[in-house]
């Protein structure tokens, strides 16, 4: 069970981050759902190209780039703005992020396919307002902070100085703090299934030719 | 009241709905490729399950592909290990489950969103997946289409079905006719250059007005196609004569069962009563060709445009542009026109079929591609699209032109196989993204149509005048 998380907060000043940039192709070529961690934001974290199986340790690190500096590199929410996760739909963006230990990602608007992703690896992404992203950035730029998630309370605290509610499905939660199967949730519907698709087949036939 | 396409295909899919807003519908088609497969593959056979609807599912593998390869190829001659091992293990978990595969070899292999509907495989009224993003390019035809995730992916095989949420309705009416040297590519850039990357969020867009009903089906799916470039990861437009027509040239259903279908695909159109959450109105007959300059695809300007001067925009939005020009090489005010360009890539699953390849081929006519670029290449879309060009000659005004002729792929699109920019090459590219290393570490990509490409080819830099 996992509702309560609490930990160093990563500003990211862009918007319309996109999955490439999370993860580029190179690293896609994985037939793996994990070890993704050194391949996360490698266009930005790394001076040298990478390919797949290379580790940190290999690479020449680019030290101007938050996420290689302590404590960053143990941050486990990240802050960023408009749009994080557009473009692919690589499920890989959200593992990198998962394998490096974020579990929170803050930011005014989520690519649709992304933001879906995220709660199937337990990662939570949230939508808060450009004030409070704003605020979160000024709070966060100048020194590292860590704030906490309380997602059964729906709540973001700093201190005594910050406290942001937040929107959040009573589903999506419990899809953070349960983890739950969604596919064996799903079959216990499958008679429901089995009887939609019969009658589909029904009066469509040609669609299963 | 009146339904939107949206609508209908939703009713039509709707299996149930739980008290938390989501919903399940049931899916009609799964594509799936080598890259986002093979995870999905895996849990179903730890969790020991079988795919639900075995015909479903299509296959075929495109992103890892060389484009070099001849008759003789087979996945053993891949070069590059890691990629030859992605392709082996879609053709064993096709094998193994019996799913049907156009394989590296097969005349029919393609870009699944090329071959979908060249093979009669995307009909009307379907609702179709893939862990593709560009799956919206099926919207074209009246279907329910969009982009899933590994575990969405996998999730589909098991029940035939997905857990979603309704989105909201939006329509875009494109009126008008356009200008000489305009096509679709430039209409939809135009479009995300207007609303933005995010614009469409959360929406399924429907594509309609004048300019859509005049264009062919072919046009339709570029623009559906980058739908998901404005955010939507729906995009569609209602059925009419010209989608049955394709259809009809496409499908390989009996005459009987076709005209059934057809009575049931003619009511895939918007009602008139209908109600939009949101609709916008675009004239077409104003759009200029359209040139990418940034690390965005509404980074968009005209191609006789300078590149934008980031003082004139807010604080927030500076900061990326300013990334932007540092990334692309570029400085406030520079002409586009006096970039050179290093290499020109026609293809990807937004313009690599016959009518793009044609649209190239007549401005390549008699022309040579520019000595100050390094490398042109033309990837068709499929197997079928570079058998229809060769068949036309267009394959040899290419070539003639100084053009390489590839086999299908996605190819330089993404630069998952060998067809990769190096570092700071400025490419030409008719693509739908133009994400920082997204063409190759530290490449530059600028999103354009086939023919803007093919000139950019002839002249090495982005023309002044057309």
Not at chain 1, 124 to 133: D, Q, V
Request: charge should be negative.
């Amino acid at each position: 069970m996992k509702d309560f998380i609490e930990g160093i907060v990563a500003p990211i000043d862009r918007d319309n981050i996109d999955t490439d940039q999370i993860i580029p192709t190179e690293y896609l070529k994985s037939i793996k759902k994990f070890g993704y961690e050194d391949y996360l934001f490698d266009g930005w974290r790394y001076k040298d190209q990478g390919r797949l199986g290379m580790k940190k340790g290999e690479r020449k690190i680019n030290h101007e780039f938050i996420l290689n500096n302590s404590p960053y590199d143990e941050s486990k929410v990240l802050l960023t703005r408009d749009n994080f996760g557009c473009g692919s739909s690589r499920e890989h963006a959200v593992w990198a992020l998962r394998d490096f230990g974020i579990e929170v990602v803050l930011a005014s608007s989520f690519g649709d396919i992304f933001y879906n992703n995220c709660f199937k690896n337990g990662v939570l992404p949230l939508k808060l307002k450009k004030t409070e992203i704003e605020k979160l950035f000024s709070l966060s730029t100048d020194s590292p902070v860590s704030i906490s998630v309380n997602i059964k309370d729906k709540v973001i605290l700093f201190k005594d100085k910050l406290s942001i509610d937040f929107d959040l499905d009573n589903n999506l939660a419990e899809r953070i703090i349960y983890g739950l199967d969604e596919i064996d949730i799903t079959l216990k519907d499958s008679e429901l299934i089995k009887k939609f698709e019969e009658h589909r087949k029904e009066n469509n036939p040609w669609i299963f030719e | 009241m009146g339904y939107t396409i949206y609508d209908k295909l939703w009713n039509e899919h709707l299996i149930r709905s739980y008290d938390d807003g989501d919903s399940l519908i049931y899916i009609d088609r799964h594509f799936l490729h080598e890259v986002t497969s093979p995870q999905a593959f895996e849990g179903l056979k730890k969790k020991s399950l079988k795919p639900w609807r075995i015909n479903a599912n299509i296959a075929t593998p495109d992103h890892n592909v060389p484009t070099t390869r001849d008759n003789k190829f087979s996945i053993e001659s891949i070069e590059d290990n890691i990629s030859k091992l992605q392709v082996v293990e879609l053709d064993k978990n096709c094998n193994d489950f019996g799913i049907k595969q156009f394989n590296i070899n097969s005349n029919n292999q393609g870009i699944v969103h090329v071959i979908g509907p060249e093979l009669g495989l995307t009909l009307p009224g379907m609702s179709i997946v893939c862990g593709d993003s560009h799956t919206s390019t099926h919207g074209a035809f009246g279907c329910l289409a969009m982009g899933i995730g590994t575990s969405e992916v996998e999730h589909v095989l098991a029940t035939q079905s997905l857990k979603v949420r309704k989105l909201k309705n939006m329509r875009i009416n494109f009126e008008g006719s356009i200008q000489e040297g305009v096509s679709s590519k430039d209409i939809i850039l135009y479009l995300i250059r207007t609303i933005g990357t995010a614009g469409g969020t959360g929406y399924a867009v429907e594509f309609a007005g004048s300019y859509i009903r005049n264009i062919s089906m072919e046009a339709r799916m570029t623009i559906c196609n980058m739908s998901i470039e404005a955010g939507a990861k729906v995009g569609l437009v209602s059925v009419d004569d010209k989608t049955i027509e394709y259809v009809k040239k496409h499908s390989n259903l009996e005459a009987n069962l076709i005209n059934d279908a057809i009575k049931k695909w003619k009511n895939l159109t918007t009602d008139k009563e209908a109600m939009f959450d949101e609709e916008i109105d675009i004239d077409v007959s104003k759009i200029n060709p359209q040139v990418s300059w940034g690390t965005s695809p509404e980074m968009v300007i005209d191609f006789n445009e300078k590149i934008p001067s980031s003082s004139i925009f807010s604080a927030e939005k500076r900061k990326s542009l300013d990334l932007a020009k540092n990334y692309m090489g570029l400085s406030d005010n520079q002409e586009l026109s006096d970039l050179d360009f290093d290499k020109v890539f026609i293809g990807s699953c937004t313009n690599s079929r016959i009518e793009d390849l044609r649209e190239a081929a007549e401005v390549l006519k008699g022309q040579k591609v520019s000595e100050n670029i390094q490398e042109a290449i033309v990837v068709p879309g499929s197997g079928m699209v570079k058998e229809q060009a060769e068949k036309e000659g267009i394959h040899k005004i290419f070539i003639d032109a100084g053009f390489q002729w590839r086999a299908p792929g996605c190819s330089m699109c993404l630069g998952m196989n060998p067809d990769q920019l190096s570092p700071y090459e400025r490419c030409a590219s008719t693509s739908n993204r133009n994400f920082e290393g997204r063409q190759g570490n530290l490449g530059r990509t600028h999103l354009m149509s086939p023919k803007m490409a093919a000139l950019t080819a002839i002249n090495g830099r982005i023309v002044k005048e057309i």
